[in-house]
């Protein structure tokens, strides 16, 4: 393990984790302005065989994805292969179906298309069939008019998003990423994971079976229980304009979200439970699952690769810095229809919120059910990395990663 002096309070978080029982096996890297000066993981990959966690041991991060998808989104549109600000129609004419001719690309990436559920169950034999999941969104008429409202596209997002990718490039997200990210790049980070990492990916350990924790992927919302200590954390991370803001409502939020969670037939769970993970044996550690490379929640990926990922972004080997800055900047904010909380997105990147909350307000990035995070702060140098294998109690996916980035921040 390595960590840079500067960061020893780090190092402390990350073993009191271990020590208060909170970890199973997890893993955190830090880059600042380029250099690795964290990279800790400890504990076991798989609590049946106690098969210790190493440096290169990878885990399903869930929706950390979806920003990797943005990304190589993003590259396709700066090569002149897609036009974001264009109607999905243009290179999914199926998709104009049930008045959906005017949604754009951004729209898709914004979570404001209206699609957030797709309402026919999808079949086990279909997990690994992205065009044909594609195809039942593509038929659907959006829950509320595109454009008006943002809500959470939990696993919708990335068949979407990668039907587009497809239709103008014919290859796979994962294709793409392994071609163009990953293997230029020498990240240990898969879409679709091939059957040797599947063999040494830690083994993920469910949380609160009431919670949606096994039924997909999403980011990690605040519950009601945890609205307390979720709201100093916010008010750290979000400044004094979040400081001010309406109490009575956000508890409101908070209660509605918690309401949802218990609530198996509600539009947060019906986001989150399908495609169902659950329905395979060992959920997100089935090899179907990693297999498929679900482009809104299918990532497996190392600690210091998901760092490496959002290193190589800030400084410009993945994206012009141009498009990077305007991918970033928040396109939606406020109640989300999905999860009732505040969220806020660019083109696929979260933004600081609720739904996201970190130190500082030039921060972008996304989280994973469970806690999982993976994080970009250009106005201080920083791309940080989190991974794990004991999923959080609750829907909040906990407060361990915000520990550990306050404790970067700290450090500073």
């Known amino acids: 393990m390595h960590c840079d002096p500067r960061f020893s309070r780090v190092r402390e978080v990350f073993e009191q984790h271990f020590a208060d029982g909170e970890e199973l096996g997890a893993a955190f890297a830090v880059y600042l302005d380029g250099e690795l000066v964290v990279d800790l993981w400890g504990g076991v990959a798989d609590r049946h065989t106690g098969r210790p966690w190493r440096q290169d041991t990878p885990a399903f991060a869930y929706s950390c994805t979806k920003a990797i998808t943005a990304t190589l989104l993003l590259q396709l549109a700066e090569r002149g292969l897609v036009d974001v600000g ?7 004419p199926e998709f104009a179906a049930e008045g959906k001719a005017a949604i754009t690309v951004a729209q898709l990436l914004t979570h404001e298309a209206g699609l957030p559920v797709v309402e026919e169950p999808v079949p086990v034999e279909e997990f690994g069939d992205h065009p044909a999941i594609a195809a039942r969104l593509a038929g659907q008429r959006p829950l509320w008019e595109p454009g008006s409202a943002h809500g959470y596209h939990a696993l919708t997002y990335g068949f979407l998003v990668g039907e587009v990718v497809r239709r103008v490039t014919g290859k796979s997200v994962g294709e793409l990423v392994a071609a163009e990210i990953a293997g230029p790049l020498g990240l240990d980070l898969w879409i679709g994971a091939p059957d040797p990492v599947i063999a040494r990916a830690a083994r993920i350990t469910g949380g609160d079976r009431r919670a949606p924790a096994e039924a997909g992927a999403g980011p990690a919302p605040a519950t009601a229980e945890d609205s307390a200590v979720t709201a100093k954390a916010r008010a750290d991370g979000a400044g004094a304009d979040e400081k001010r803001a309406d109490g009575a409502g956000k508890e409101d939020a908070f209660a509605r979200m918690a309401r949802d969670a218990r609530d198996p037939g509600s539009l947060m769970n019906r986001a989150l439970g399908n495609p169902g993970m659950q329905r395979l044996k060992g959920g ?128 500073l």
Do not use: C, K, Q
């Not at 109607?87 to 999914?92: I, K, L, Y």
């Open 86 to 92: 264009a109607p999905v129609a243009e290179v999914w």
């Open 284 to 411: 997100a550690n089935h090899p179907v699952i990693l297999r498929a490379g679900w482009p809104g929640a299918g990532v497996v990926t190392t600690a210091g690769a998901l760092a490496g990922f959002y290193r190589s972004l800030i400084a410009g080997e993945i994206l012009r810095p141009e498009t990077l800055a305007d991918a970033v900047r928040a396109r939606v904010s406020g109640p989300d229809r999905v999860l009732h909380v505040d969220s806020s997105f660019g083109l696929g990147y979260m933004r600081p919120s609720m739904t996201f909350f970190v130190p500082s307000r030039t921060a972008f990035g996304h989280t994973g059910l469970g806690g999982f995070l993976g994080l970009a702060d250009p106005g201080h140098g920083l791309a940080v990395g989190y991974v794990m294998n004991r999923m959080a109690d609750t829907v909040s996916g906990s407060l361990r990663a915000y520990r550990l980035t306050e404790a970067v921040y700290r450090s």
